[in-house]
């Protein structure tokens, strides 16, 4: 059990430094995203690729989000994102950074 307790708080240490601050999302991820949920035009639109219930948003889960990099992203793909990571500094960054481009702060969770 301390070493579970170890690697939180080396984790928990290393966001406090800003060490592991990536705020670019993965090439595969928005690959990902553009190919199979909703496609990025070249005049700005979108256009939705992903039958969902009730013509809804679908949902996504940047788990593991460090600073919700993939959950901002999302947003700009029409999805509705959630953010979990073990870091609450990491997730205090990523509340930070979500309420930058106006979304909201409330959908990211500590495990």
Request: aromatic share 12%; hydrophobic share 40%.
């Given at each position: 059990?301390?070493?579970?307790?170890?690697?939180?708080?080396?984790?928990?240490?290393?966001?406090?430094?800003?060490?592991n601050?990536?705020?670019?999302?993965?090439?595969?991820?928005?690959?990902?995203?553009?190919?199979?949920?909703?496609?990025?035009?070249?005049?700005?639109?979108?256009?939705?690729?992903?039958?969902?219930?009730?013509?809804?948003?679908?949902?996504?889960?940047?788990?593991?989000?460090?600073?919700?990099?993939?959950?901002?992203?999302?947003?700009?793909?029409?999805?509705?994102?959630?953010?979990?990571?073990?870091?609450?500094?990491?997730?205090?960054?990523?509340?930070?950074?979500?309420?930058?481009?106006?979304?909201?702060?409330?959908?990211?969770?500590v495990?």
């Amino acid at each position: 059990m301390n070493v579970i307790k170890d690697y939180k708080a080396a984790w928990e240490e290393s966001f406090a430094r800003g060490d592991n601050n990536i705020l670019y999302p993965q090439t595969e991820v928005i690959r990902f995203l553009n190919r199979y949920i909703c496609k990025r035009n070249n005049d700005e639109s979108a256009t939705k690729l992903i039958k969902t219930l009730n013509d809804r948003r679908p949902i996504g889960l940047d788990f593991a989000c460090v600073v919700g990099t993939h959950f901002i992203t999302f947003f700009d793909f029409e999805v509705e994102g959630w953010g979990v990571d073990i870091s609450h500094n990491a997730i205090q960054q990523a509340k930070r950074n979500a309420l930058t481009r106006g979304l909201s702060s409330d959908r990211f969770i500590v495990l």
